[in-house]
Nanobody, 115 residues
Framework: QVQLVESGGGLVQPGGSLRLSCAAS????????MGWYRQAPGKQRELVAI???????NYAESVKGRFTISRDNAENTVYLQMNSLKPEDTAVYYC?????????WGQGTQVTVSS
C-alpha cells in the first residue's frame, strides 16, 4: 500500500524559509514523478513543483527562483525547500505521485507565512 507522509510545515515570517519533506512507503518510487501541490482557503489545489524519476524539475511561475524540489531515492523522500516566503504562500501543502494512472496523496502539512 502506497503511503505519503508530509512534514516540515509551520509558521514563518515573510522572507523566511521552510523545508518540507515527503516520505514515501509501500513502493520503490524511483521511476515515478513526485509533485508538491498546495491549497489555500477558498482556492483550488494547484501544482507547485514536480520532479520526474530522471530528476527533471518544473515549477509554478509564482515560486520559480524561490522554491527548490529535490529527491533522495535511497530514502524514498522528496523535499521542497522554500525560501523568501510570502504571505501568499500560505496553504496546506500536499505531496503527490501517480502510479499506473492512480493518484496518491499525503495528508498535507500547513504552511503559514505571517508576521
Amino acid at each position: 500500500q502506497v503511503q505519503l507522509v508530509e512534514s516540515g510545515g509551520g509558521l514563518v515570517q515573510p522572507g523566511g524559509s521552510l523545508r518540507l519533506s515527503c516520505a514515501a512507503s509501500g513502493i520503490d518510487f524511483r521511476p515515478y514523478a513526485m509533485g508538491w501541490y498546495r491549497q489555500a482557503p477558498g482556492k483550488q489545489r494547484e501544482l507547485v513543483a514536480i520532479i520526474t524519476g530522471a530528476g527533471v524539475r518544473n515549477y509554478a511561475e509564482s515560486v520559480k527562483g524561490r522554491f527548490t524540489i529535490s529527491r533522495d531515492n535511497a530514502e524514498n523522500t522528496v523535499y521542497l525547500q522554500m525560501n523568501s516566503l510570502k504571505p501568499e504562500d500560505t496553504a496546506v501543502y500536499y505531496c503527490n505521485t501517480k502510479i499506473d494512472l492512480m493518484g496518491f496523496w499525503g495528508q498535507g502539512t500547513q504552511v503559514t507565512v505571517s508576521s
